[in-house]
């Protein structure tokens, strides 16, 4: 894809702080970054999103998880970790890739902004079993 983001990242014509980097996927810092360490994994072809990326890269995505993990624990001492992706409205560069997010004590994310608009969670059981 001739404009994305990540795929300029994965050709190196944008620089970026890369963390890991294989045949298959590319690990680099985010530059707007909601904790310290906040990171991005992405396929390095062009997939949409998870619906679209073969299942054996999804199997690596996740083993590469498991490690990088276990050294954001050891040597930004975290306390743990948030794994998100966004598809559709929320996805902002439309080149699939997760937010590794070290999570700390401190570290004030908030995922209850929208308290005050969400449905009783009875309702949306019968929402989404109906």
Request: aromatic residues 10%; glycine residues 2%; charged residues 30%.
């Amino acid at each position: 894809m001739n404009n994305c983001v990540f795929c300029k990242i994965v050709n190196k014509e944008i620089p970026s702080e890369i963390i890991y980097e294989d045949k298959d996927i590319l690990v680099f810092l985010d530059i707007n970054p909601t904790t310290n360490g906040d990171t991005l994994v992405i396929p390095k072809k062009h997939y949409k999103d998870m619906f679209t990326t073969p299942k054996e890269l999804l199997n690596h995505m996740n083993e590469t998880y498991k490690n990088l993990y276990e050294i954001y624990k050891k040597k930004l001492k975290c306390d743990g970790l948030s794994l998100t992706t966004n598809m559709d409205y929320a996805q902002e560069i439309k080149h699939f890739h997760m937010h590794f997010i070290p999570r700390y004590i401190n570290d004030e994310v908030k995922y209850l902004s929208n308290k005050e608009i969400l449905k009783d969670i009875k309702d949306i059981e019968i929402i989404i079993n109906n």
